[in-house]
């Protein structure tokens, strides 16, 4: 089956740097998603991963390992408008499901 | 462009009854995914439509049903509610599959079942 993993909770400090870690397993891995939630919004998309290596997006990059199934989004310079949930979503081909989420980290940033 | 936009924003229901929910996609996109969000659950894939047809279904009772139109737009019917379908249904619309391209979701519908 499928199952990916997430801290629940995460608090950093304003200005700081802050890494999420994900890990998956999947059979049919085409491509990481990381999304950001604010409370009561929508999922936005954030970075898309399908091979290996660091992608680069202003403050937020993201990393994909698929033979440790294992991503971490980074945020830099962290700022209070950054306090919201971050979800990764692995889509796998498989089950014939789009994708499949992780339960989310919380990140709470503090002044 | 607009973004995805779904109706209507908040729904209260009670047990039995049925909903009917509505997403228009993005102009162009005619990949159109539904997902339930529960705090104890996460968000959940319930079914994906693509050209007027279900394409791929998560693993929801046959309560859960939804359709494509011609104009992209797609709706979602639950019948029969019961107290655990209170949730926030997100659907998501992508250029034309969703399982290659990025998902873009709307602001979703809170479904609140007494």
């Known amino acids: 089956g499928q199952n990916i993993d997430q801290p629940t909770e995460m608090t950093a400090t304003e200005g700081a740097i802050v890494q999420i870690n994900c890990t998956y397993q999947t059979s049919g891995f085409n491509g990481l998603f990381w999304y950001q939630q604010h409370a009561g919004e929508a999922p936005t998309f954030l970075s898309y991963n399908v091979l290996d290596g660091l992608e680069e997006k202003g403050r937020f990059s993201s990393f994909l390992s698929r033979s440790k199934g294992y991503s971490y989004l980074l945020l830099k310079e962290l700022q209070m408008k950054d306090s919201a949930s971050y979800l990764c979503a692995v889509r796998d081909n498989n089950y014939g499901q789009n994708f499949v989420f992780g339960p989310g980290t919380r990140l709470s940033v503090l002044p | 462009k607009a973004g995805v936009t779904q109706t209507p924003r908040y729904l209260i229901k009670t047990r039995g009854q049925q909903v009917t929910l509505s997403c228009s996609p993005i102009?162009?996109?005619?990949?159109v995914s539904w997902y339930q969000q529960t705090p104890g659950q996460g968000l959940q894939f319930l079914f994906e439509?693509?050209?007027?047809?279900?394409?791929n279904k998560g693993n929801f009772p046959g309560r859960f049903s939804g359709r494509q139109f011609s104009n992209s737009r797609s709706e979602m019917n639950v019948s029969t509610l019961e107290l655990g379908d209170s949730a926030l249904y997100l659907c998501?619309?992508?250029?034309?599959?969703?399982?290659?391209?990025?998902?873009?979701f709307g602001p979703g519908t809170r479904l609140t079942v007494l």
């Open positions: 439509y693509f050209s007027e047809t279900q394409r």
């Open positions: 102009s162009g996109h005619r990949s």
């Open positions: 998501a619309s992508s250029l034309a599959d969703a399982t290659t391209d990025t998902q873009y």
